[in-house]
């Protein structure tokens, strides 16, 4: 069975991720800042750092939400960011932080289906995703259709969260993941099942070499993947 947000609703999964980050768009970025310490801006900064040395023009911004990940990208001096996202309250939130920042003419958002993406073949230079892949209602179709639109020779860069395997800290995150972020994220966002479902979710995903072996087997090449912080997240990078 799926992890899904909402268990007692009937629609899919993606449908129910849709709803819930529609929910919490409004505190969505205090949440993530302080939920994980401020932590994640390093790992978007690493990560940018990878793909700065491929130097893409056009970068397709992934399951984008309130668009960190697109702006943090500009550091790659594209001539372009394309953010796509099937919340709407995610991407208003991104959109006035844009327009906010003067950023309107190298980052576009759309609303768009990740697991479909609207776009020709053979189209980015890269493509990137932060903490979104988790949430495909089918992985192995959504990848592929990140590969799909990617340039030959173009980079895939994504973050995503793991599971730490080192005592003590493997103990210690699994407590806060079971019992701090939930209690805090449900106070925060008014949202009784969001902060459930993401340690749930982390603990479904496939993390490290099974990651990397569904890149491989969707058509991607040098897959690789980097541990960050005592393993709570990864970047994973690879090639079409």
């Not at 449908?15 to 401020?38: P, T």
């Not at 949202?191 to 340690?199: E, G, I, K, M």
């Amino acid at each position: 069975m799926k992890v899904v947000p909402y268990k007692d609703q009937q629609e899919g999964k993606k449908a129910q991720v849709r709803d819930m980050f529609n929910n919490i768009s409004k505190k969505y970025d205090l949440l993530n800042h302080v939920l994980s310490l401020g932590v994640d801006i390093y790992w978007r900064k690493r990560a940018v750092k990878i793909l700065k040395k491929y130097q893409p023009e056009l970068i397709l911004d992934i399951a984008t939400g309130t668009g960190d990940f697109a702006i943090e990208a500009l550091a790659a001096n594209p001539k372009k960011v394309i953010g796509v996202d099937i919340s709407e309250g995610m991407l208003e939130i991104g959109k006035e932080k844009i327009k906010a920042k003067g950023l309107e003419d190298r980052i576009e958002m759309r609303l768009g289906d990740s697991e479909g993406l609207l776009f020709e073949d053979n189209y980015f230079d890269a493509v990137i995703v932060s903490f979104g892949v988790r949430n495909y209602e089918n992985l192995e179709k959504g990848l592929a259709d990140m590969c799909r639109v990617l340039k030959p020779g173009g980079r895939l860069v994504i973050i995503e969260f793991s599971k730490p395997k080192i005592f003590p800290f493997k103990q210690i995150y699994n407590a806060y993941f079971r019992f701090v972020l939930p209690a805090v994220g449900r106070v925060i966002s008014k949202d009784q099942s969001a902060y459930t479902y993401l340690p749930e979710s982390v603990n479904a995903f496939p993390d490290g070499e099974k990651f990397t072996k569904i890149l491989d087997k969707v058509g991607y090449k040098e897959t690789e993947c980097i541990p960050l912080t005592f393993g709570i997240s990864s970047i994973y990078t690879a090639t079409k």
